[in-house]
Nanobody, 120 residues
């Protein structure tokens, strides 16, 4: 079975940093397109960053130059390094995977359970 398990969330002050991890099992991360999404209370789920097979990233405008997505194919793990965090980054962060390159569209086939990030 395909599984995605996120970790690394927590509470941090504005300007701080967090690194999220998403361990994939049941498939090879090198063969899937992967992404990070987030959902704040009362808001729709939003695509944050995606990465293709070549390692090329796509970011939503609000996180460019602050967040970095990366993938370790050996460890089968997706990462999101978040720097200069702002209160508006507060949300549950989800990782997602799909066989197709859909970048920040929300129709990914596989989802993790999410990890809470709170910035105050």
């Amino acid at each position: 079975d395909v599984q995605l398990v996120e970790s690394g969330g927590g509470s941090v002050q504005a300007g701080g940093s967090l690194r999220l991890s998403c361990v994939a099992s049941g498939f090879s991360a090198s063969e899937y397109y992967m992404a990070w999404f987030r959902q704040a209370p009362g808001k729709e789920r939003e695509g944050v960053a995606a990465i293709d097979h070549a390692g090329s990233p796509t970011y939503t405008y609000s996180v460019k130059d602050r967040f970095t997505i990366s993938k370790d194919s050996v460890a089968n793990t997706l990462y999101l390094q978040m720097n200069s965090l702002k209160p508006e980054d507060t949300a549950i962060y989800f990782c997602a995977a799909d066989r197709f390159n859909i970048q920040l569209a929300r129709s990914y086939n596989y989802w993790g359970q999410g990890t809470q990030v709170t910035v105050s």
